[in-house]
């Protein structure tokens, strides 16, 4: 990537896992108004379902998710009994007893929890809803808080994805931020899995961490490979301290300079293309039969909260504290405070704090912009026409776009757009054209790459 490329479009954008994003939710959205849009749901509307489980062993310190580190498993419990209750509440506000056709728990670490627990967590939800029998059930793994009984136990309820959190695997990095975890700890928990019958699974790698080098996280992919995941996520280490404090123990002088992440990006994602891997949209990497890989060559291919996946529900439920959800009529985020979460539930309350209606522009922009993250281009008539608009109204953004288009990140011929393979790190900047509420400079979003 050409350094100047670089430094002109490296912004502060979302990811766009929703459209309009998190920043951008307000109060105004609640409890009530969410129970309204539960009940106005089809009853006959596939749903997905995700646990938000916001605790760890241990902190790491690169970590920008919601959780909080306890070495006593008495506020685990706690917790999930809330969780059991928002589920009940979330269920009574339905129209009826509803599908689901994926279900994924995440955090924090849901590896964190007794097998006994995960099992009774699973239970409920089995209670509450019907879990499709070919439904997608993922779980994040910790491979340092994992059990070969957990795993077991994930086998038992059903369990066909593991997504397992790697990182790094050079030592000097993995010290500076935090996160301890031996290859052959790793390769030991991926043989229970496979033992277990559980084929389908992921890893995240991390590039821009502290000391990492073109050539260390090249040497992670090479390891990585070795244990033919179906699916590598690599995701660039966003740095804000001001959001998340622990971060502050990030030694930011060994963080590599704008060009190096590039430099880190690039070589990585090479090294994955020469293990056979085929990139998908922005971040992710899949064997060839990966069903990721099919969907994205027919089209099908979406984005959510959870990334890139496979799952079409036009409705996702957020369980848990900071719990996210998408419904037709909007989005919503619970309580993201763990006590004020279980004081709302146990008080008969959905736990909603904010949100944002979506209005028919709101869906035309939420799917171009989905289909630039997803399949690199899009036809602005074709998705225009199918919501009723025109594209001729995207004449200001076609305009705005002619810089990306002069240097190469993105092709225009008419009214479709194809962003360039030298693009594909930039597709979040494309994607930025179209976004009515973003202020490119908000140091609120990490940086394109």
Known sequence: MRTDLIERYDLRVPRYTSYPTAPHFGPAIDGQRYRAWLGALDPVTPLSLYAHIPYCAQMC??????????????????????????????????????????????????????PRDFVRLTDRIGAMFDIAPNAEIAVELDPRTTSRDFVAAMAGVGVTRASIGVQDFNPQVQKAIGRIQSPQLTARVIG????????????????????????????????????RPSRISLFGYAHVPWM????????????PGLAERWLQYEAAGERLKSHGYVAVGLDHFALPGDEIVTAQARGALHRNFQGYTTDAAPALIGFGASGIGALPKGYVANEIDIGRYKQAVRGGELP??????????????????????????????????????????????????????????????????????EGRPLVRAVCAVFDRYLDAGEARHSKAV
Not at 192 to 218: F, H, K
Not at 244 to 255: F, G, N, V
Not at 371 to 393: H, K, P
Request: glycine share 8%; aromatic share 6%; net charge negative.
């Open 352 to 421: 909603v704090t904010r949100g944002v209606a979506i209005s028919p522009d709101d869906r035309l922009r939420r799917e171009i912009i989905e289909r630039l993250m997803c399949d690199m281009s899009v036809n602005l008539d074709a998705v225009a026409a199918l919501n009723g608009a025109s594209g001729d109204a995207f004449e200001p953004e076609l305009s705005a776009l002619s810089p990306l288009e002069a240097d190469g990140i993105v092709r225009r011929e008419g009214h479709r757009l194809a962003v360039t393979e």
């Open 192 to 227: 229970w899995l496979l033992g277990y019958g559980i084929g389908a699974i992921n890893m995240d790698l991390v590039y821009g961490l502290p000391y990492q080098t073109v050539e260390s996280v090249t040497a992670t992919v090479d390891m990585a490979a070795e244990f």
């Open 244 to 255: 998340k404090p622990h971060q502050r123990l990030i030694p930011e002088a060994a963080l």
């Open 61 to 114: 310190f690169f970590c920008g998710c919601h959780t909080k580190a306890t070495k006593k498993y008495a506020p685990v419990t706690d917790y999930l009994g809330a969780l059991a209750d928002e589920i009940g509440l979330v269920a009574e506000a339905l129209p009826a007893r509803m599908k689901a056709t994926h279900l994924h728990f995440g955090g924090g670490s849901p590896t964190v929890l007794t």
